[in-house]
């Protein structure tokens, strides 16, 4: 299964440099979040909300994270020290890693909250977003904290764009269809559901589904309304398939009979970050498996596909008679073509024979120097242009190592038979700006 798009399993810290931005340190900051003032970038940061823990990652601010609670099991943070559960942390494991700030659930207990509050930390709670504009919104607070008012909403607000627009690319592979499609997420064998009022719980919209769980229901009668809905699929928690299939009370249910009952974590459905195209992906791979999603770019196609091969084996007679025909009808033609083709050939090889690459001496590379996804620097801005004279990269040299410049890396990196990282390091730099770099194309 797909896990972590567009970079999202290689996001790296960040490394503000004021020369990168369009506005100074001082500029930046201080950031005001209602009642809570940050007066500089947070170094050290420690994160109780594993949802946040997701956005942080998305962003790229994987190396200022010096501490998690136990529900943060981003593989991306796996190394980094716990400091108990994120309800009731542990005070003495917090106060050892010296945080400058604690990033905590809006429903964290009162008690414990003031109990960090008086040992002199500063501690942002932020209450989960309820669409799409809430996440965004979600997104540019967090990276305004860590990374300041211009440039770190930027990053937070691109990031949330980003997985908007991956989502709806997500949703054109699926196939159109005249049917309905219903479907729900239940978090146990009782029927406590996702309801359609949240932003996880909009993600069957995208499968061209209708979740069928309500907001609004009353609770007692949550259960009869899903019942009468008898959705095709049932999504659930792990440990509550099993449960859900030998339950009398779901015996009837079509996706009980036809065996569409699935699981997958609640977390991929809590979290507001990464995990909510990771949810869409295994979703869609479930429910229409004619659709086989291209780990490298989740937007995409696999050349496996069997939508695809499906296709093209139905159009092989199609196609195969109209080549047929073609070369029958256009033989002078053909041969005109074959023949431009063999002198526009020759041309190439010469032009390519006489531009041979040129090395770059703008960046000063150091056995030291290292890039990765969440930089900003002005020598990233050198990579940038380098990589576009190379043929690998034609946006914007914001100096911002996004993951458009990895893409860009990772493709030099393959061309150039390194390995395809997508981080800048000593080797891919040292070649990339020589004149042995191979161009694209």
Known sequence: MFKKIVALALAAGMVLSAAACNSSRSEEYPVKLANITISKAPDRVIVLSDSIADILVSCGFIKKIEGRSDECTQEEISGVKTVGSKLKPDLEKISALSPDVIFADS???????????????????????????????????????????????????????????????????????????????????????????????????????????????????????????????????????????????????????????YELSSELFSRQGNSLVEALTDMIEIMYPSVSINPEDPTKRTESSKAETSKAETSKAETSKAETSKAETSKAETSKAETSK?????????????????????????????????????????????LEALGYFNEEKSGYYGEVTQKAVKAFQKANKLTQSGNCDYKTLTLMFSAKAKAAG
Do not use: H, W
């Open 107 to 261: 429903d964290m207990p009162k008690e414990q909250l003031t109990k960090l509050n008086e040992s002199g930390f500063t501690v942002i709670t932020f209450v989960p977003a309820t669409s799409m504009s809430g996440i965004s919104d979600l997104f540019g607070n967090i990276g305004a904290v860590m990374a300041g008012e211009t440039t770190g909403r930027e990053i937070g607000e691109e990031r949330a764009e980003t997985l908007s627009v991956t989502m709806d690319d997500l949703q054109r592979l699926i196939p159109e269809s005249k049917v309905l499609v219903t479907a729900c997420y239940l978090y146990d064998e009782k029927g406590t559901s996702l309801k359609d009022d949240t932003p996880s719980g909009k993600l069957f919209e995208y499968l061209n589904a209708v979740n069928v769980c309500k907001a609004g229901v009353a609770d007692d009668e949550a259960f009869n309304a899903l019942k009468l809905a008898n959705p095709q699929y049932i999504f659930c928690d792990i440990g509550v398939k099993d449960k859900i299939m030998k339950s009398e009370l779901f015996k009837d249910f079509s996706a009980v009979k036809n065996k569409q009952v």
């Open 342 to 386: 063999a002198e526009t050939s020759k041309a190439e090889t010469s032009k390519a024979t006489t531009s041979k690459v040129k090395a770059d001496t703008s960046l000063k590379i150091t056995k030291d120097m290292f890039f990765e996804f969440g930089d900003i620097k002005d020598d990233i801005k050198k990579v940038q242009n380098r």
